[in-house]
C-alpha cells in the first residue's frame, strides 16, 4: 500500500518562507504526477501546484511566480516552497500522487500565515 508523508507546516508572519516536503512510501511501479493542494477555511479544496513526469510544473494563479514545486523522482519526493506567504495562504495542505494510475493523499498538513 503507498502511503504519503508530509511535513515542514507550521506557523509563519506575512512575507516569510516555508516549504513543505511530501515523500511517497510503499510498493508501486511508478509515480506519473505529484501535486500539492489546500483547503483553505471556508473553502473547497483546490489545486495549488501538480508537475508530470516530462513535463512544466502547473500552478494555482494566485501562488504563480510565489511557490516552486520540485521534484524528485529517485527519491519519489515532491517538495512546495513558500515565497512571499501571505494570510490567504492560511490552509491545511494535502499532498496528493497519481500512484499505478491511483489517486493516493496524504493527511494533510497546517500552514498558518499570521501577524
Known amino acids: 500500500q503507498v502511503q504519503l508523508e508530509e511535513s515542514g507546516g507550521g506557523s509563519v508572519q506575512p512575507g516569510e518562507s516555508l516549504q513543505l516536503s511530501c515523500t511517497a512510501s510503499?510498493?508501486?511501479?511508478?509515480?506519473?504526477?505529484m501535486s500539492w493542494y489546500r483547503q483553505r477555511p471556508g473553502h473547497q479544496r483546490e489545486l495549488v501546484a501538480s508537475?508530470?513526469?516530462?513535463?512544466?510544473?502547473i500552478y494555482e494563479g494566485s501562488v504563480r511566480g510565489r511557490f516552486i514545486i520540485l521534484r524528485d523522482n529517485a527519491r519519489n519526493t515532491v517538495d512546495l516552497q513558500m515565497n512571499s506567504l501571505e494570510p490567504e495562504d492560511t490552509a491545511v495542505y494535502y499532498c496528493?500522487?497519481?500512484?499505478?494510475?491511483?489517486?493516493?493523499w496524504g493527511k494533510g498538513i497546517v500552514v498558518t500565515v499570521s501577524s
Open positions: 496528493n500522487a497519481e500512484v499505478d494510475l491511483r489517486a493516493v
Open positions: 510503499g510498493r508501486f511501479f511508478s509515480i506519473h504526477v
Open positions: 508537475v508530470r513526469s516530462g513535463m512544466d510544473p
